[in-house]
């Protein structure tokens, strides 16, 4: 890796969003292959994830470098022509989604792009999802894990009857569900009859990797 | 019911808060009742009937509390606004009826509602950017204030003609003083019921919670101007700039809460915390960006002999040491999942705590459950005085009634 590439994944984890940009930009304009550029930020995230886990990071850092993120893939994904050794190092798929009459979504964003950089194929299907699309989507995308989120309390019943559909469908077999969000606890873990829950997205990327590897 | 009149009742509850808040034991540990849509499930109706009808929020509260037999209760303001939402078109809530179903509570909508190089203009002249771009942004009713022409530099006869007073005549704002008036008309009813039912209930002998709200300054952009990703981004991109416009609103925070205590008659000021809890920003983030103007603001409303509570939503224990520098005995801090013991440890000679039965424990435990988790806060934080019990939110909207009445009940079954 030249001087460059080092500084951009320094720059980028570092939070310092002017000079990364500028310095992605002069290296795609000088003919850096735009796939190198991708995996030189997806380097930097996962330092970005680490200090977040460190406790050095928060929730500022994570939305800033996600939004650098975007904006170097937006610069360099119209240059990618042929991609043919696309990464695919995924280590299972997660499905994440914040139930129906709950719109928080930062936390379940933070899992996301934790899960992410940890590796897992990762559909987020976004906020006040109902029942019925959760279903569609686990029949589409065969996850192996379901993330749910939600803050409200009355994400509890939102959360049950999620599961409980999940449940009467016949989809439940061989899938790991675990919830999570603000008041979310042993308590409701139960009430809801999820496999897991967990208090943050660390828990999510420990859940994950337990229900994917052992089944592999 | 006991027999004591209204006056002794209303004199001991008031007395056994200010014990509690000026850190005096007390004869037991006070309640406070903090309601607000757990009133449909208590009554049997639709958050939609609750929210519309002042008779039925009111009867219901009045219901509840009589029951409860609490030391203060919240207003039910929060739950009746039905009709003055739709008379403003407000725009930055869903509720029962408009967006959301029957059977679910209004709910805040997140969105961008400055933009990030609009700070400047706050800053600059935070009464023009109310009038022309904010209040039209957030409803209806204002829109045509769009068009309001700007004031100042205005002199002489062109106060009195010319382009200012004929601009005037945009059909746009008369439209809109239109809708004000109509919903001028359902602010005042809806005050009128709030004080006539606060009067009652000081007769009946029950003090009201709060006269006032007032927002930390970081909150108040995070919430309701910036949303989560714009408040996030400007603490990294542009903390100066924040800075200044926190520094800008503190001082209109400060009148407000103020005004309004003082037109209230009540001293307790509201203040719930979003965005300073331990996971939103580092401690270091907290104590140069979120922590001074807030500090100012709690110093403020102290100085002017009110008391505020400050509910500490979601964790906030690296926060104890920081946020103990104020005076003591002269505030409430509620934690909502930050370790009360803990808290005692910390803040227990600075502060009177309050809180916090679990949301999930009073939602989906049994009262048993509910009377144990009492009881350990009674005997562990309520010790010496100094502590309100309360839920950690509040009564949530979906906690079984025999829930809410066992934690009522526990301060009478154990004592300190
Ligand atoms: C920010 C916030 C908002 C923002 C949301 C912005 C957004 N885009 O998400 C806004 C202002 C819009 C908002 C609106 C409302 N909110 Co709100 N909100 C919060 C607040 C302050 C923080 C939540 C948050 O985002 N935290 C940041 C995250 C990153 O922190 P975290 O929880 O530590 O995150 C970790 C875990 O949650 C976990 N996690 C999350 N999901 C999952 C999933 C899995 C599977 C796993 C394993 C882990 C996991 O991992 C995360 C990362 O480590 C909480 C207070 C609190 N106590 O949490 C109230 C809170 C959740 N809100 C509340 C309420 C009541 C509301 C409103 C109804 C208010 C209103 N009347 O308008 C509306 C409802 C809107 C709706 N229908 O959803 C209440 C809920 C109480 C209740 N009885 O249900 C709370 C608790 C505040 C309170 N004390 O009253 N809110």
């Known amino acids: 890796m030249d001087e460059n590439e080092k500084r951009l994944i320094d720059l980028v984890a570092d939070m310092e969003e002017d000079d990364a940009l500028a310095l992605a930009k002069e290296l795609l304009d000088c003919g850096v292959d735009p796939l190198q ?108 894990v379901i993330c749910l989120s939600g803050f409200l309390t009355l994400a509890f019943d939102s959360m049950k009857e999620t599961i409980e559909a999940i449940e009467v469908s016949g989809l439940r077999n061989g899938l790991k569900i675990q919830i999570g969000g603000g008041q979310i606890d042993e308590t409701i873990r139960a009430y809801t009859g999820a496999d897991a829950y967990g208090l943050n997205a660390v828990d999510a990327v420990n859940f994950c990797r337990k229900s994917t590897t052992g089944g592999e | 019911m006991s027999d004591i009149t209204g006056e002794t009742r209303y004199t001991e509850k008031s007395k056994r808060i200010m014990d509690a808040v000026e850190l005096r034991p007390t004869d037991r540990v006070p309640t406070s009742f903090f309601a607000t849509f757990w009133l449909a499930k208590y009554g049997g109706v639709s958050c939609r009937d609750l929210f519309y009808d002042y008779n039925t929020s009111c009867n219901l509260m009045r219901k509840a509390v009589i029951e409860l037999d609490p030391d203060s209760y919240i207003s039910p303001f929060l739950t009746m606004l039905g009709p003055s939402l739709d008379a403003t078109g407000y725009k930055q809530l869903q509720w029962p009826g408009h967006g959301v179903s029957d059977n679910h ?28 771009k904010y209040m039209p942004r957030v409803a209806e009713a204002y829109e045509g204030f769009a068009h309001f022409p700007v004031l100042p530099g205005n002199m002489y006869v062109t106060i009195a003609s010319g382009p200012l007073v004929a601009q005037l005549a945009n059909p746009e704002i008369a439209r809109s003083f239109e809708a004000i008036q109509k919903a001028a008309q359902e602010a005042q009813s809806l005050m009128m019921k709030c004080m006539t039912f606060g009067q009652e209930m000081t007769a009946q002998g029950y003090p009201e919670s709060f006269g006032a709200v007032a927002p930390a300054p970081l909150d108040f952009f995070g919430d309701y101007f910036r949303g989560a990703k714009g408040i996030l981004t400007d603490i990294r991109r542009r903390p100066e700039k924040l800075i200044e416009a926190m520094e800008k609103v503190l001082v209109f925070l400060l009148r407000g809460a103020i005004g309004a205590a003082r037109m209230t008659g009540n001293k307790f000021v509201f203040i719930p915390i979003h965005w300073g809890p331990d996971g939103f920003m580092s401690v270091q983030q907290f104590k140069t960006l979120w922590w001074p103007t ?72 049994t009262p048993e459950q509910v009377d144990a988790e009492c009881r350990r806060l009674i005997e562990k934080v309520g010790k010496d005085g100094g502590f309100i019990l309360d839920g950690s939110i509040g009564i949530p909207d979906e906690a079984p009634v025999e829930n809410v009445r066992a934690m009522f009940q526990s301060v009478h079954k154990y004592s300190v």
């Open chain 2, 294 to 365: 807030f500090q100012r603001l709690l110093l403020g409303l102290i100085e002017n002999d009110l008391i505020p509570v400050v509910l500490w939503e979601a964790n906030c224990t690296s926060r104890l040491e920081i946020i103990g520098d104020i005076p003591a005995g002269k505030a409430v801090y509620w934690f909502e999942h930050t370790d009360l013991v803990k808290a005692k440890e910390v803040l227990g000679k600075t502060v009177c705590l309050r809180g916090n039965v679990p949301a999930s424990l009073l939602t989906t435990g």
């Open chain 1, 37 to 144: 550029v991708l995996a030189l930020c997806r380097e930097a995230m996962d330092i970005v994830g680490k200090r977040f886990e460190e406790g050095e990071y928060f929730l500022p850092e994570l939305i800033l470098a996600g939004e650098v993120l975007d904006q170097i893939g937006v610069m360099a994904k119209p240059l990618i022509i042929d991609s043919p050794n696309k990464p695919s190092r995924k280590l299972g798929k997660v499905l994440i989604g914040t139930v129906h009459g709950d719109l928080h979504d930062i936390g379940k964003n933070i899992v996301t792009f934790m899960l992410d950089i940890n590796g897992f194929e990762v559909k987020d299907i976004g906020i006040d999802v109902p029942v019925s699309t959760f279903l569609d989507e686990i029949q589409a995308f065969q996850p192996q």
């Open chain 2, 105 to 132: 509570s209004f709910q805040f909508l997140d969105k961008e509602y400055m933009t990030a190089d609009e700070y400047d203009d706050f800053i600059f002249d935070p009464t023009g950017f109310y009038l022309n």
